[in-house]
């Protein structure tokens, strides 16, 4: 299976007649190697995108390309269908954003920001999915991985990129997570968790707090709030322990405090 990464979007610079440049970036996911083609706006469309696409490919085509910017993913998911590719929308792009990164510098533009992605004002959770109760915890990474990893719970998103070890981080290091017990509609709750595809919890600040689920390519939901001082803290604590740990951390729902059953649990990361 051969994955890349792709990008296309408008950039700080303009050829001899005035008119914005576009680029395409692909990449391979581990970023062994990528391909660029720049072009005006008016000449950008799909047919153009798979014609790059199949250049930088010689004649191996990838199995799927994955695309972070909501912008480029329609371009590229009907360039994608001509070549028979599959195209995934995914925050985890890791090589690309790296490689677009260094690119910026070269353009002598210190506000051009290339991963800024427009969100939208967060949104509140479905009423009748909030939970009964939540708290914030740490399991340690030997503890993350021998407990739920292989347990039989129904819902468990713990990809291996994201698991503690791959990042360096021993057995004993305290990864901070967020536990809500959702009780009767837990199941439930776990369901849409999982279709929101979740990328990380984040604290929202005060008055009042919260924390802000952030899914999809540019999706954020308001799952839990609170005004409570105490409260408050702790959830500063949980930002700086994932600094801690390259922004790791993790959700579990649960119907209750029983520890005997769990509806779902999903590693996270904040980009």
Known sequence: MTIW?????????????????????????????Y?????PQKQVNSEWIAAQIQLA?????????????????????????K?????????RTVALKK????????????????????????LPIPDHLVGEKWQFVTLTAGQ???????????????????????WGLGANVAIPGVIIYGGRQSMRLARWVSETEPVSLNYLGDDPGGLVLDAGLADRWVMLTFNDREVSQAAKLFES????????HFLLVTPDDSGVTNSGIWLLQAN
């Not at 490919?57 to 390309?65: G, M, N, V, Y």
């Not at 070549?83 to 925050?91: G, K, M, Q, S, Y």
């Not at 322990?241 to 790791?248: I, M, S």
Request: hydrophobic share 40%; with cysteine.
């Open 5 to 33: 990464q792709a990008d296309i979007s408008s950039r700080p610079r303009q050829n001899e007649q005035g008119e914005t440049l576009w680029e395409l970036v692909v990449c391979a996911a581990d970023g062994g190697w």
């Open 35 to 39: 391909h660029t083609a720049i072009c």
């Open 57 to 81: 490919a010689a004649d191996k085509l990838p199995t799927s390309i994955q695309v972070f910017r909501p912008q480029s993913l329609g371009l590229i998911q009907t360039a994608g269908l």
């Open 83 to 91: 070549l028979d590719i599959e195209v995934v929308a995914t925050r």
């Open 99 to 122: 490689l677009l990164q260094q690119q910026a510098q070269s353009y002598g533009q210190p506000n051009y920001q290339p991963l800024l992605i427009e969100s939208p004002p967060p």
């Open 144 to 166: 993350l991985v021998a407990d739920f990893a292989d347990r039989p719970i129904p819902i468990v998103s713990m990809p291996d990129y994201l698991l503690p070890p791959h």
């Open 241 to 248: 322990r994932k600094r801690l740990v390259h922004g790791l």
